[in-house]
């Protein structure tokens, strides 16, 4: 018994030490905050309010945005639920945009489509489900970087020329979740 307590008591000592000599040596703090970049993955979340009727809906998913010179490229696979005459229906909110960067100020366009799976309650992005491709929406788009590393963004979406659409304005916020990887020569 004896042996077997002087192990874990060594054992013990030696664990302290290796961990007391880490916060010596610095450890890095992951709480800290991420550096000011744009270009990378990040993940979004938030909520679009249709402006007329007031109605909600949660949206989520993720952007990828690209920065160059001060213009900025982006784009977006978003996940919501639409209100349909047979009951809530599973879309993506699919799409590209641009614009400037200026600072931690982003400010542009983007150009978005819905896509509806064709049975009912399914992802349209699960294999061999039919998709329905419908409402072309165009938006304006304005985003901060925020000090935390976190990225908010406010989007007003109408409906494209000859489409319909009710009018909508989106919230979102998000974390930057990888850096874009660029290709090797």
């Known amino acids: ?109 983007a150009r978005t489509q819905i896509v509806v799976a064709g049975a009912p309650n399914v992802d349209p992005a699960f294999a061999f489900v039919p998709r329905r491709v419908g409402t072309r929406i165009v938006s304006s788009t304005k985003g901060t970087l925020g000090d935390d590393g976190s990225i908010s963004l406010e989007i007003e979406s109408e409906p494209a020329p000859g489409e319909t659409y009710a009018a909508t304005r989106t919230t979102l916020k998000g974390s930057f979740a990888a850096p874009l990887r660029t290709p090797e020569p």
């Open 1 to 109: 018994m004896l042996r077997v307590s002087g192990l874990l008591l060594g054992s013990s000592l030696l664990l302290f030490t290796a961990c007391e000599r880490a916060v010596e040596e610095g450890t890095p703090d992951v709480s800290a905050p991420r550096p000011a970049t744009i270009s990378g993955t990040w993940h979004v979340e938030g909520v679009t309010v249709e402006k007329v009727s007031g109605k909600t809906r949660q949206i989520s998913g993720t952007i990828i945005l690209s920065e160059r010179g001060g213009k900025y490229h982006s784009t977006f696979d978003l996940s919501t639920t639409l209100p349909t005459e047979g009951g809530p229906t599973h879309a993506d909110v699919i799409g590209e945009g641009e614009g400037d960067v200026s600072g931690r100020t982003l400010t542009g366009t």
